[in-house]
């Protein structure tokens, strides 16, 4: 059984492009978290997703983040308009009984 | 969810047990104590979880004290891949279960 996929593994953005970070869910898991890391700094949660709902995004920033989980295919975090400040670790975990295992990260770095 | 304390750091000769302690003095009957470990900025990887009777598995053993203010990850043989970040965290076993990372223990093994 694979674990959980994230690509890309490293994303160069300059400031103001679009960050588009993905996340593919253990086979049969349907809950799916996203955590940021800033560097020097603890895991912070950012957002919970069930197929097609967001259940939770009391972490995420209130402009330019979005997060969906569609019915096919991966969970999507979006960063529009990306800012120096964006430029952290993101963790996506998936999770079917409570216990959530994460993925390897996406380092995303802003110029 | 309840709050835990580790200590910041250890240090743990190669071959030797490895034995980290976390407090959660202010757990709930329904929390659960999850333990995960971050290696050098990976993704958080899953160690163990228990309620109040000891775990084991092939990672590591949890050790839960009777009035599960506090407990105990055992490393039975600490190897230089073991260098890591370990986090205690309690919480409810259910899907709506953010975990909140704290400082967590540095652990060093040294050979």
Partial sequence: NAG????????????????????????GHSHVY????????????????????????????????????PKEGPSILRIQQVVRGDSAAYFCASSYDGTQYFGPGTRLLVL | DAKTTQPTSMDCAEGRAANLPCNHSTISGNEYVYWYRQIHSQGPQYIIHGLKNNETN??????????????????????????AVYYCIVRVLNQGGKLIFGQGTELSVKP
Wanted: with cysteine; charged share 30%; net charge positive.
């Fill in chain 2, 58 to 83: 092939e990672m590591a053993s949890l050790i839960i004290t009777e009035d599960r203010k506090s407990s105990t990850l055992i490393l039975p043989h600490a190897t230089l891949r073991d260098t």
């Fill in chain 1, 34 to 69: 996203w955590y940021r890391q800033l560097p020097e700094e603890g895991l912070k949660f950012m957002v919970y997703l069930q197929k097609e709902n967001i259940i939770d995004e009391s972490g995420m920033p209130k402009e330019r983040f979005s997060a969906e989980f």
């Fill in chain 1, 4 to 27: 959980v996929m994230q690509n890309p593994r490293h994303l160069v953005r300059r400031r103001g492009q679009e960050a588009r970070l993905r996340c593919s869910p253990m086979k």
